[in-house]
């Protein structure tokens, strides 16, 4: 399995408040992502990042902001957090899609916001 | 910019019947395209995927795609439905030169006795 850690797995965090959740890969992959994974939506990108202080925006950016200082960490941001913003997150990493090499998906954070 | 339709958000076959889910594309350039597998309560892994070269893709049990450039196609399909085969299907498409991966909306596909 690739090497891809999500923190924390489960949060439950109140409206307003700021949240962190993070990404974490050993496989030194260029490319990293942030879905959300919502019943009837699939998965929607959030942000995604293309290298080192390499970020651009996906489909549904709006609240959300990243960071990737290093490498192996892409973290995703929700400023402050809305009810519309409970969903389960996704991290995917992908080596490059000039190798057409495959995603790999981390095991997902559940967010609640209450 | 890239998209994704995955028509039929739920699919009910009996066991032992044909599988086919549909996918279809929307690209500017010649498209990098994927079926991904979700599991309950797990993440995605790859079932398949078509880069360049031939059109029809085999990818892991039993399932395969066939890449139908003039009709923006790339439909999931697996002759024999198992029970395990019971899970969310979801077709994606890298986003041209950027790296951007866009996925459709999810196919559950439900396998009966």
């Known amino acids: 399995d690739a090497g891809i850690t999500q923190s924390p797995r489960h949060k439950v965090t109140e409206t307003g408040t700021p949240v962190t959740l993070r990404c974490h890969q050993t496989?030194?992959?260029?490319?990293m992502y942030w879905y959300r994974q919502d019943p009837g939506h699939g998965l929607r990108l959030i942000h995604y990042?293309?290298?080192?202080?390499?970020?651009d925006k996906g489909e549904v950016s709006d609240g959300y902001s990243v960071s990737r200082s290093k490498t192996e960490d892409f973290l995703l941001t929700l400023e402050s957090a809305t009810s519309s913003q409970t969903s389960v997150y996704f991290c995917?990493?992908?080596?490059?899609?000039?190798?057409?090499?495959?995603?790999?998906f981390g095991q997902g954070t559940r967010l609640t916001v209450v | 910019a890239q998209s994704v339709t995955q028509l039929g958000s739920h699919v009910s076959v009996s066991e032992g019947a044909l599988v086919l889910l549909r996918c279809n594309y929307s690209s500017s350039v010649p498209p990098y395209l994927f079926w991904y597998v979700q599991y309950p309560n797990q993440g995605l892994q790859l079932l398949l995927k078509?880069?360049?070269?031939?059109?029809l893709v085999k990818g892991i049990n039993g399932f395969e795609a066939e890449f139908k450039k003039s009709e923006t196609s790339f439909h999931l399909t697996k002759p024999s439905a198992h029970m395990s085969d019971a899970a969310e299907y979801f077709c994606?498409?890298?986003?041209?030169?950027?790296?951007?991966?866009?996925f459709g909306q999810g196919t559950t596909l439900q396998v009966k006795p």
């Open positions: 496989e030194n992959h260029r490319y």
């Open positions: 078509y880069t360049t070269g031939a059109t």
């Open positions: 990042s293309y290298g080192v202080k390499d970020t």
């Open positions: 995917a990493i992908s080596e490059s899609v000039h190798l057409n090499t495959e995603a790999f």
């Open positions: 994606a498409v890298y986003s041209g030169n950027t790296g951007k991966l866009i």
